[in-house]
């Protein structure tokens, strides 16, 4: 698929509206329903193909890109704003563009790429990385508009934390979490390394066999018997039968 063809989508102006109409191009014509709006013109409701929207969506680009609307012979500047999906079929609902020109201000979420983490010391010396963020939110002219924006992490260390802080920007680009300045709480964490959690093994049962304690006496030493046990007779002793039929004897 051309790059013309991912961020450039034909639409056609919509008519009846509501959530039963919507419902039906859905079904009966294979159509997404979106709407444009913003640039101090009024919103418009389109449809747009819905075979086509799915195969422009499996690019990452085409989220943070400026795309152009032919809408009925007119083009237009666009961005995505907004998007809803199904919740487990490959099928989109509804979709949100914004009008822009090169000249407007716009905010939005570009996704970040990692580089160069699979030859870092912190993964050299055992480490995982941990992706914190995937994307973040900018502020910048349309025309300086990134697809992404690069995280690198070939020098990390283990135990180390990349923050928003230590990304590097292009030219015209701010992040949105610092609009209101550099404080600490809004640094937020875009990747760590750190050595993988290992279960601590259990340790086996003691046995009770093992549990007994031998003493081990000094030679020569006897032991101390405090309550010597009392001296069991081997006989048994004589009774008052036995006594009688000793005298008839003598």
């Known amino acids: 698929m051309t790059a013309k063809a991912i961020f450039e989508l034909n639409a056609e102006l919509r008519h009846d509206q509501g959530k039963g109409a919507s419902r039906r191009l859905r079904r009966a014509q294979n159509k997404v329903p979106a709407i444009l709006y913003g640039g101090n013109e009024a919103p418009l409701a389109i449809t747009l193909d819905h075979k086509k929207v799915l195969h422009a969506l499996e690019n990452q680009a085409f989220y943070s890109h400026v795309l152009t609307l032919n809408i009925a ?21 509804h979709m949100d563009f914004q009008r822009v020109k090169a000249t407007d201000h716009i905010q939005m979420h570009v996704p970040l790429h990692f580089l160069g983490e699979a030859n870092c010391p912190g993964v050299k010396a055992g480490g995982i990385v941990s992706h914190r963020l995937i994307d973040v939110e900018i502020r910048c002219l349309t025309s300086a508009l990134p697809e992404y924006i690069e995280v690198d992490l070939s020098k990390m260390a283990l135990d180390q934390t990349l923050h928003l802080s230590n990304l590097k920007l292009p030219k015209g680009v701010e992040l949105v979490a610092f609009s209101h300045g550099h404080a600490p709480e809004h640094d937020y964490a875009v990747a760590s390394i750190h ?28 032991a101390n018997v405090t309550n010597p046990a009392p001296v069991v007779p081997t006989t048994s002793p004589t009774t008052n039968k036995d006594k009688e039929k000793g005298k008839g004897k003598s």
Not at 195 to 221: D, F, N, Q, W
């Open 73 to 93: 012979g007119h083009k237009q500047q666009a961005v995505l704003k907004d998007l809803q999906r199904h919740h487990f079929k490959k099928a989109i609902f």
């Open 195 to 222: 050595l993988p959690r290992r279960s601590i093994e259990e340790e086996p049962a003691t046995t009770v066999e093992e549990a007994k304690v031998t003493e081990v006496l000094p030679k020569g030493k006897e």
